[in-house]
């Protein structure tokens, strides 16, 4: 399998233009996955650059270290959420440019035994990362009610998540993700259903995954790496993702308001480039259905004070 089967990556060309500030300059991808961004990024840069290429799956960093031959490149792995334990402490505040790509890869979707799809039939596990303890059974099978629903409605948006909740409760054990889609198909009828079968599982792999949480600290941590004038760029490929990206890059927080200091200066560590989000083009969209929900937000770092 070539690494464009393996994953196609979205808004390829923009991405990394957006977070290229220095040629030589030192860069953290924090989702490596089939490394087509930091194949690309690794083009444009000149001989005395370093990459840091970071991925909590096993498989994605022996799929990315095999097909990147270069010295400048480094695999890590780890969790982006512990980004600045994971780049060397001399890197710290030397960043020019970091990417997060979010969420899972075509592979990893592609591969049932992963269980993260709900076209194939799989296990109920959805982690991304054998770093992580809890699975999608424990999730489905272990959960009360009231936590069930409330992270169906929080990170699945789905509206009729007390339904599904209590047919989940109903129908244990539930061992393989189709038992899961069929849970969904029994309250959701229509065309809406595979919206809301998609929705479901959405929340389990976060919730799994602790993503949004993930996503907080590694936001946070990229600001703290960077160099002033140095760049974060992040695609999302749904709401939850992306407002946390949207209120992080105006404000330093994740309620979106910037504060300011004794003497009325914004307290802020990175300044959006744009103010609305990037999304791929047509042929893009045509191309690769993947890129159709994907949001693409850059910053850069401000210095000490920001008047
Ligand atoms: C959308 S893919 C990235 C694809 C990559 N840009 C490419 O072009 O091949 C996302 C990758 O990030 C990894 N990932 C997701 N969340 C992560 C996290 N919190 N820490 C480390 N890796 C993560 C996934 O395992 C997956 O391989």
Redesign the pocket.
């Known amino acids: 399998m070539t690494?464009a089967s393996?994953?196609?990556?979205?808004l390829?060309e923009k991405s990394v233009e957006l977070m290229l500030t220095d040629k030589s300059g030192i860069y953290a991808?924090?989702?490596?996955?089939?490394?087509?961004?930091?194949r690309h990024l690794l083009g444009r840069l000149d001989e005395g650059a370093r990459v840091f290429g970071?991925?909590?799956?096993d498989e994605?960093l022996a799929e990315?270290a095999s097909s990147i031959k270069d010295d400048r490149f480094e695999a890590v792995k780890?969790?982006?959420?512990y980004l600045a334990t994971l780049l060397p402490p001399e890197t710290h505040g030397r960043v020019s440019g970091i990417?997060l790509?979010?969420?899972?890869?075509s592979?990893?979707i592609d591969a049932p035994e992963r269980g993260f799809s709900f076209r194939e039939d799989g296990p109920l596990d959805m982690r991304?990362?054998n770093l992580r303890a809890k699975t999608a059974h424990q999730v489905v099978n272990e959960y009360e009610y009231e936590p069930l629903r409330d992270l169906l409605y929080s990170y699945g948006e789905e509206r009729r998540s007390p339904q599904i909740a209590r047919e989940i409760i109903k129908r244990r054990p539930l061992n393989s993700t189709h038992e899961l889609k069929a849970c969904v198909e029994q309250v959701v009828r229509g065309p809406h259903q595979v919206k809301s079968i998609a929705r479901v599982f959405q929340a389990v792999r976060i919730e799994v995954?602790q993503?949004l949480e993930?996503?907080k600290a590694?936001l946070e941590q990229a600001a703290h790496v960077l160099e002033e004038g140095g760049r974060l760029v992040v695609?999302s490929y749904h709401s939850l993702e992306d407002r946390l990206v949207k209120y992080f890059m105006k404000s330093g927080n994740f309620k979106g308001k910037i504060e300011k200091d004794f003497y009325g200066n914004s307290v802020r560590p990175l300044k959006p480039l744009y103010g609305k989000p990037l999304t791929a083009d047509e042929s893009e969209r045509s191309a690769n259905p993947r890129s159709r929900s994907a949001k693409l937000r850059a910053a850069e770092k401000l210095g000490k004070v920001d008047a």
Do not use: W
Request: no cysteine; proline share 2%.
């Open positions: 690494s393996y994953h196609v990556p979205v390829l991808d924090g989702t490596l996955g089939a490394g087509g961004h930091t970071i991925d909590h799956d994605a990315a780890g969790n982006f959420g990417l790509d979010l969420g899972v890869s592979h990893q991304m990362s995954n993503e993930m996503l590694g695609i």
